[in-house]
């Protein structure tokens, strides 16, 4: 009786493919890029070779991500400003309609 010969190793992905599709979700949707870019330089490394679509993916997620959140953060304190805005007119006003400096304010 013959033993069976052991299956063939499954080929090692050089990561190449993955750190394309990197950087289109680091466009699309930042966070999933970083994390698609990074198992893909992982792949690359292990293969021993460079990937530069993976690192351009990871940098391009960061980036984006931190233009986020400033944009985030720009919005929050816009959005408190404008509402304070009006809760201190409406405050000092009371309720109705009221024109202060060239802007409408309707408090109820």
């Known amino acids: 009786m013959t033993t069976p010969a052991p299956a063939p190793a499954a080929p090692v992905s050089d990561g190449k493919t993955l750190g394309v599709v990197g950087v289109i979700l680091a466009i699309l949707i930042p966070l999933v890029g970083l994390i698609v870019s990074i198992v893909a330089r ?59 400096g060239g802007v409408t304010y309707t408090c109820g």
Do not use: D, R
């Open 42 to 100: 992982g792949q690359s490394k292990k293969a021993g070779v460079s990937n530069g679509a993976a690192t351009a993916g990871i940098v391009i997620s960061i980036i984006l991500m931190v233009l986020g959140l400033i944009a985030a953060i720009a919005f929050a304190v816009g959005g408190a400003a404008l509402f304070g805005g009006l809760a201190q007119v409406c405050a000092e006003y009371g309720p109705g309609v009221h024109e202060v």
